[in-house]
């Protein structure tokens, strides 16, 4: 949010016959946390849902989390509102700019993570 009062999103288009909504929502959970943040901060977690499954699920993923960190989901969420496009720069950010030592260890040891919660999805 920053100074702009945007909120700074990923958009997910995905085929549930492929992926289910509390998969999407767990690798969501385990690659960001949803347990920081807070409206004092510039990042906050929030997740946009276009359906009732959609939020029925985070609700599931989000006890589930809880119960098994002892720690407060503070994720917000809220119905899906209209996406924008980001800048030209900061689209595939990552691929864009290569990794720095912040990026590698945590997207590795998140993946590598992902890899024992839902072994199906790798």
């Known amino acids: 949010m920053g ?3 945007h909120t700074e999103v990923v958009q997910v288009v995905y085929v549930p016959t492929l992926i289910s909504a509390k998969d ?5 959970f385990a690659i960001h946390s949803p347990t920081h943040g807070g409206s004092k901060l510039q990042y906050q977690s929030v997740l ?3 359906g009732e499954d959609q939020l029925s699920a985070f609700k599931e993923v989000s006890k589930a989390h809880e ?3 002892g720690l407060k ?3 917000r969420t809220s119905k899906e509102m209209e996406f924008y496009q980001a800048e030209d720069k900061h689209v595939n950010f990552y691929n864009k700019n290569g990794p720095s030592d912040y990026s590698c260890k945590s997207i590795t040891n998140k993946i590598n993570g992902l890899k024992k919660e839902l072994p199906g999805l790798f």
């Open 3 to 5: 100074g702009t009062s």
């Open 24 to 28: 999407l929502i767990t690798i969501f």
């Open 48 to 50: 946009y849902y276009s």
């Open 67 to 69: 119960e098994k960190t």
């Open 73 to 75: 989901v503070v994720t």
